[in-house]
């Protein structure tokens, strides 16, 4: 192959990284005027997807160097409470050990800290996870490296079950 080929700005290049190590468990509950759900959880499961242009070493960017990232963004989340520290509903506070969440309706849940994870979203919707997802893996990754390797996108896909997914995606 030609080595002006490789590198042709016009031939992108996309990238789609599935694995079971992708997934994490969490437990939620979605709360906006008017309406609280009953508290549940759902076992999410990840997948990425970057395009870009195939550079001199062969690759658009190391599969090991964005599975690494997306690995420890779903670890991050594993086996906790989603808080969404953005809500207009629910009144989040620090209360010793626990984080108490005062709904809409008066209900109050009390949950250990070490249980629970504080996101920067206003709803523990799979939209705003999936958002959430994306802007983390981003920050871990390096926008910079991504432009450095010539990365014009980056898509990430969040299902909560097998029929349901929320697909939040990028132009770098």
Same mark, same amino acid.
């Given at each position: 192959?030609k080595?002006?080929t490789?590198? +042709?700005?016009?031939?992108t290049?996309?990238?789609i990284i599935?694995s079971? @190590?992708f +997934?994490f468990?969490?437990a939620?509950?979605?709360a =906006?005027k008017?309406?609280?759900?009953? #508290?549940?959880?759902?076992?999410y499961?990840?997948?990425l997807?970057v395009?870009?242009y195939?550079?001199?070493?062969?690759? $658009?960017?190391?599969f090991?160097? %964005? !599975?690494?990232k997306v690995?420890?963004?779903?670890?991050? #989340? *594993?086996?906790h409470? /989603?808080v969404?520290? =953005?809500s207009?509903?629910l !009144?989040?506070e620090?209360?010793? !050990?626990? &984080?108490k969440i005062?709904?809409?309706?008066n209900?109050? =849940? +009390?949950?250990?800290?070490y *249980?629970? &994870? !504080? %996101?920067p979203?206003?709803? @523990?919707s799979t939209?705003?996870?999936?958002? =959430?997802?994306l802007?983390? /893996?981003i920050?871990e990754? *390096?926008i +910079?490296? #991504?432009?450095k390797?010539?990365?014009?996108? /980056?898509?990430?896909?969040?299902s909560?079950?097998?029929?349901q997914?929320? #697909? $939040?995606?990028?132009?770098?």
């Amino acid at each position: 192959m030609k080595k002006d080929t490789v590198n +042709s700005e016009n031939n992108t290049t996309e990238l789609i990284i599935e694995s079971p @190590s992708f +997934s994490f468990n969490c437990a939620h509950f979605i709360a =906006y005027k008017g309406f609280k759900e009953t #508290l549940h959880g759902h076992n999410y499961n990840v997948s990425l997807k970057v395009k870009g242009y195939v550079q001199e070493d062969g690759y $658009v960017v190391d599969f090991s160097i %964005l !599975k690494e990232k997306v690995r420890n963004v779903c670890n991050q #989340l *594993d086996h906790h409470f /989603i808080v969404p520290v =953005y809500s207009d509903v629910l !009144k989040i506070e620090d209360e010793n !050990k626990n &984080i108490k969440i005062t709904c809409e309706d008066n209900s109050v =849940y +009390s949950f250990p800290q070490y *249980d629970c &994870i !504080k %996101l920067p979203i206003m709803h @523990s919707s799979t939209e705003e996870i999936a958002q =959430y997802i994306l802007n983390k /893996i981003i920050e871990e990754i *390096d926008i +910079s490296f #991504l432009i450095k390797r010539k990365v014009n996108y /980056i898509e990430i896909s969040v299902s909560e079950a097998p029929t349901q997914r929320a #697909l $939040v995606h990028k132009n770098i």
